[in-house]
């Protein structure tokens, strides 16, 4: 990499300071490679750049996951829903991710629905049923269509 003229280098304490955490903590991390730096002599240098590497590997960046996400990631297996789930709140959470994959604006028939439930699981009459009792689709004479919703 190149060096820059405008080289900033801190000390483990300067460091330590900048984070808000104990020297010796500081020290562990450099000693470990967690955090890297560069050792002179007995001491170590820490860059802007590595000091910013390092804050970058630590960001809490994971997403918050709702509710929905958690129920349908508990009861779907390898895309396959494992089982109907008993509580009304998780059924419906896995009933409305089922239905978010169908069109809005298509017209299905009963055939077409219990194909596309059987992708997902066995009880197609069951699941059907919960869709309209839950006011995810309409039927009539014998056609469903998709309620429109924001998920």
């Known amino acids: 990499k190149k060096m820059t003229s405008k080289l900033t280098l801190y000390t483990a304490s300067e ?6 955490m104990n020297v010796q903590v500081i020290a562990r991390k450099l000693s470990s490679g967690e955090l890297e730096g560069y050792k002179l002599g007995k001491e170590w240098r820490v860059s802007e750049e590595q000091l910013l590497n390092y804050l970058e590997k630590h960001k809490n960046s994971k997403v918050k996951q709702t509710k929905a996400d958690k129920v349908v990631k508990t009861f779907f297996v390898d895309g396959k829903l494992k089982e109907i789930p008993a509580t009304l709140s998780k059924r419906v959470h896995v009933l409305k991710h089922l239905v978010a994959k169908l069109d809005e604006t298509a017209v299905y028939t009963e055939k077409d629905i219990n194909a596309f439930i059987r ?5 197609v009459c069951t699941i059907r049923r919960e869709f309209i009792g839950n006011k995810l689709m ?7 269509k998709r309620i429109t919703w924001n998920p």
């Open 119 to 123: 992708k997902y699981h066995s009880d």
């Open 138 to 144: 309409v039927r009539k004479d014998g056609k469903y």
């Open 15 to 20: 460091t330590a300071s900048l984070l808000k």
